[in-house]
C-alpha cells in the first residue's frame, strides 16, 4: 500500500511517525513537501520536495507511483493545495482524507477582531495599534505593505522578501513557544496588537493567551473553506486508523 501525504505540518509529521511505527512492510509512506522552508523538519519515510504541476499533475504522479490513498496533512490556510488534492484525488480514483487541527476558539477575555483575509486584516489595523506583532508568515506581507506609520515585528522561519511593510523588524523563529517568552517579546517591543491566521494547534497559541493577559487586541484571519465532500479528522492517530482501515487499489 503506497499513501502520499501532502505534509509541512506538525500533523502531517505526526502521522508519518505512527505509520512508522507500525512497521508494515506491505506499507510504503511518502511526505511532499512544498519546498517553502529552507530546512523542513524531515518525516520518516519517503520525501518529495516541490510541486506536482496543479490538479492534472497530481493525478498523474498519483497514477505513476500507484498511490492508494491521500492524507492531506498541508497547513489549514494551504487552500489551493487542498482543492487542487480533492480535484486529483477524484481524478484518479483515489481516497482523499484531510487532516485538520481545530481552529481555536476565544476565551473570556479575549480581544479578538476576525478577519476574511489579509488584507481585511491589514484595513482594521488603524485605530487598534501603532506597534504590530505580526505572525501571518513571511508569504502574506504585501497585504501590509502599503501601511507606512505602523512599525511592525515580523516572526518567520524564513526572511521574509518584498513587498513588505516599510517599517519592520524581523524575528527569524520556529515553534513551539512558550507563554513566558511570549509575555516577554510583547513587553520587550512593546506591542500593542497582535495579528494572527487561525492556525489551530498548540505550538503557536501561547501567543494568544499573553495578549489576553495583557489586554491587547488580536485581529484572527479566518480559514478558508475547505473542499465540499472530503472527509477529516483532527488528529494523527484518526488519520492512521483511517489508513489502516483503506483497503490497497488493484493496480
Given at each position: 500500500?503506497?499513501?502520499?501525504?501532502?505534509?509541512?505540518?506538525?500533523?502531517?509529521?505526526g502521522?508519518?511517525?505512527?505509520?512508522?511505527?507500525?512497521?508494515?512492510?506491505?506499507?510504503?509512506?511518502?511526505?511532499?513537501?512544498?519546498?517553502?522552508?529552507?530546512?523542513?523538519?524531515?518525516?520518516?519515510?519517503?520525501?518529495r520536495?516541490?510541486?506536482?504541476?496543479?490538479?492534472?499533475?497530481?493525478?498523474?504522479?498519483?497514477?505513476?507511483?500507484?498511490?492508494?490513498?491521500?492524507?492531506?496533512?498541508?497547513?489549514?490556510?494551504?487552500?489551493?493545495?487542498?482543492?487542487?488534492?480533492?480535484?486529483?484525488?477524484?481524478?484518479?480514483?483515489?481516497?482523499?482524507?484531510?487532516?485538520?487541527?481545530?481552529?481555536?476558539?476565544?476565551?473570556?477575555?479575549?480581544?479578538?477582531?476576525?478577519?476574511?483575509?489579509?488584507a481585511?486584516?491589514?484595513?482594521?489595523?488603524?485605530?487598534l495599534?501603532?506597534?504590530?506583532?505580526?505572525?501571518?508568515?513571511?508569504?502574506?506581507?504585501?497585504?501590509?505593505?502599503?501601511?507606512?506609520?505602523?512599525?511592525?515585528?515580523?516572526?518567520?522561519?524564513d526572511?521574509?522578501?518584498?513587498?513588505?511593510?516599510?517599517?519592520?523588524?524581523?524575528?527569524?523563529?520556529?515553534?513551539?513557544?512558550?507563554?513566558e517568552?511570549?509575555?516577554?517579546?510583547?513587553?520587550?517591543?512593546?506591542?500593542?496588537?497582535?495579528?494572527?491566521?487561525?492556525?489551530?494547534?498548540?505550538?503557536?497559541?501561547?501567543?494568544l493567551?499573553?495578549?489576553?493577559?495583557?489586554?491587547?487586541?488580536?485581529?484572527?484571519?479566518?480559514?478558508?473553506?475547505?473542499?465540499?465532500?472530503?472527509?477529516a479528522?483532527?488528529?494523527?492517530?484518526?488519520?492512521?486508523?483511517?489508513?489502516?482501515?483503506?483497503?490497497?487499489?488493484?493496480?
Amino acid at each position: 500500500m503506497h499513501v502520499l501525504i501532502l505534509g509541512g505540518t506538525t500533523e502531517a509529521r505526526g502521522l508519518a511517525e505512527l505509520l512508522a511505527a507500525d512497521a508494515r512492510p506491505d506499507l510504503r509512506v511518502t511526505t511532499s513537501l512544498a519546498g517553502r522552508v529552507a530546512a523542513p523538519r524531515l518525516p520518516p519515510g519517503q520525501v518529495r520536495i516541490g510541486g506536482f504541476g496543479g490538479v492534472d499533475g497530481l493525478a498523474a504522479w498519483l497514477a505513476e507511483h500507484r498511490v492508494d490513498a491521500v492524507v492531506d496533512a498541508t497547513h489549514p490556510f494551504a487552500h489551493a493545495m487542498s482543492f487542487n488534492a480533492a480535484r486529483a484525488a477524484t481524478a484518479a480514483g483515489v481516497p482523499l482524507l484531510a487532516l485538520r487541527r481545530p481552529g481555536w476558539q476565544p476565551a473570556e477575555g479575549d480581544r479578538w477582531h476576525e478577519a476574511g483575509s489579509l488584507a481585511e486584516a491589514a484595513a482594521l489595523l488603524s485605530g487598534l495599534g501603532a506597534r504590530i506583532f505580526l505572525t501571518t508568515g513571511r508569504t502574506g506581507l504585501a497585504a501590509f505593505a502599503d501601511l507606512v506609520d505602523p512599525w511592525f515585528l515580523v516572526r518567520s522561519v524564513d526572511p521574509p522578501q518584498a513587498p513588505h511593510p516599510p517599517r519592520m523588524e524581523v524575528l527569524l523563529d520556529r515553534g513551539p513557544f512558550a507563554v513566558e517568552g511570549e509575555r516577554a517579546l510583547l513587553r520587550r517591543h512593546r506591542i500593542d496588537i497582535v495579528v494572527t491566521k487561525d492556525s489551530g494547534g498548540a505550538a503557536t497559541a501561547p501567543k494568544l493567551v499573553a495578549a489576553r493577559e495583557a489586554g491587547l487586541p488580536v485581529v484572527v484571519v479566518r480559514r478558508p473553506p475547505t473542499p465540499e465532500g472530503v472527509p477529516a479528522v483532527a488528529t494523527p492517530e484518526a488519520a492512521a486508523d483511517w489508513i489502516r482501515s483503506t483497503p490497497t487499489a488493484a493496480h
